[in-house]
């Protein structure tokens, strides 16, 4: 499903990323951990294009593409990748003039072209999905941080991709909002859809995760089932990063 070869990404002087290879099937969870500035967010950034990688090869599904530092890529290049993904973001991003059903239909209606009837069938389904039923007529600012997340993960869901990317989707949460977007998204990796999240939720990962990722100072130190990682690993910097956040 992704495949990731020899990806670099710099910032003017720094080097972000270090030359990634990764591979995670369809139908999978993939969990990227490790300290803030290891490069997590901005690999998540480059699989769907937010930011574009100096060099290295990139495929999600049937959609390939190679990145030259010289080389400046056109739109007819990127809309195929970014169309086979959905991105949900740690601050929502929500419109906060549009309610939470509109929010859900507006990419639908203007990238898709779908009707406002298919759109609105599709999100009344989404907002039973995601626990909101109830809740599609409230903007924004009505609801609490977990249900902005939800109808997030709910708009994102509406465009139908291929992968669904989460980028810390708890991190700005109440303690006691983060179990129930954690559960929509258990839900979904039990439905098989293919996901990359990056998050401090070590249980999480633990719980879920078919494939966990630590990154360190741009590149991949450690990787594996959440077995390996957390329980039999014996890389030292995995291991203070692990004993600093508790999670072995």
């Known amino acids: 499903m992704i495949t990731i070869e020899h990806l670099h990404k710099s910032f003017k002087d720094l080097e972000v990323?270090?030359?990634?290879d990764l591979t995670i099937a369809k139908g999978k969870t993939a969990v990227i951990i490790g300290p803030s500035g290891s490069g997590k967010t901005t690999l998540l950034r480059c699989l769907n294009l937010l930011e574009t990688p100096d060099k290295g090869f990139l495929?999600?599904?049937d959609k390939k593409i190679n990145f030259h530092e010289k080389n400046r890529l056109k739109l007819q290049e990127v809309m195929p990748i970014r169309r086979q993904t959905g991105m949900v973001f740690q601050g929502y991003n929500l419109f906060p003039h549009l309610t939470a059903m509109e929010n859900i239909?507006?990419?639908q209606?203007?990238?898709l072209k779908r009707s406002k009837t298919e759109a609105r069938q599709k999100?009344?389904?989404l907002l039973e999905k995601v626990g909101l039923k109830d809740r599609?007529?409230?903007y924004p600012h009505q609801l609490s941080g977990g249900q902005q997340q939800r109808i997030g993960i709910a708009r994102a869901m509406a465009m139908d991709p291929q992968?669904?990317?989460f980028d810390e989707p708890t991190s700005a949460l109440d303690p006691e909002l983060v179990g129930e977007v954690l559960k929509v998204m258990k839900d979904l990796a039990n439905e098989g859809m293919t996901m990359v999240v990056v998050t401090h939720e070590m249980q999480f990962a633990r719980d879920v995760a078919d494939q966990v990722i630590f990154m360190d100072h741009g590149i991949v130190v450690e990787k594996g089932t959440p077995e390996e990682v957390f329980n039999h690993s014996d890389n030292p910097r995995l291991l203070q990063?692990?004993?600093k956040v508790n999670a072995r």
């Open 105 to 107: 239909m507006e990419g």
């Open 17 to 20: 990323l270090k030359g990634i």
């Open 109 to 111: 209606t203007t990238v």
């Open 163 to 165: 992968v669904l990317l």
């Open 241 to 243: 990063f692990l004993n």
């Open 123 to 125: 999100a009344l389904g």
């Open 59 to 61: 495929s999600i599904g």
């Open 136 to 138: 599609g007529e409230m």
